[in-house]
């Protein structure tokens, strides 16, 4: 407290030191907000870095499925999940694939040119990304899984609407993706 005797007006120092004050707080406030988000993507590393490991020890699709699904579950604490490959080839439930082209278009349009989004969707498009039985899905982040050109999606839903929103960013859901367009051309299907 540096004290100013002005009378009756407000001395220009004592307006200086309280809007110093001011951005003092503001600036503790964001650096508080920082090291929070920065604690938030260091354990989220740490579960991916998990996961592309069991990913990358995986023998075959259903060992790459029970490690997608025993992280996305525990670790991630995702409500909904699905993986979708284009391929002729039937494979084995739970894993799916599709064949049909005209599906393929109309996954493919759900991204607008973008490699990931996060949001809301029309129940119909929540129903082509993710099994029927996944009704109560209201908010859904999914990754193209490419290889040259999308080979799949990846997605993750949420029962809350407002869990996956259009201002989140996908930056590990990508890298999962990319790791997935790697591994699973070079896998046995069955």
Known sequence: RIPHNSGQATSLIERQLAVYRERNVELRQRLSNLLENARR???LF????RLVLSLINAKNWIEVEAALDDSLRQDFHVDHWSLIYFT???LE????????KNKQRDIHRLFKGHRAFCGQLTNEAMDLLLDEQHSSAESIAAAQIRNGQQTGVISVASDDPKFYRSSMDTLFLDYISDVLGLIL???PQN
Do not use: A, V
């Not at 740490?46 to 870095?49: A, N």
């Not at 439930?93 to 049909?100: E, F, K």
């Open 93 to 100: 439930s739970p894993l799916r694939s599709i064949s049909d």
């Open 46 to 49: 740490s579960k991916t870095k």
């Open 185 to 187: 051309p070079n896998l």
């Open 88 to 90: 002729d080839q039937q």
């Open 41 to 43: 993507n260091d354990n």
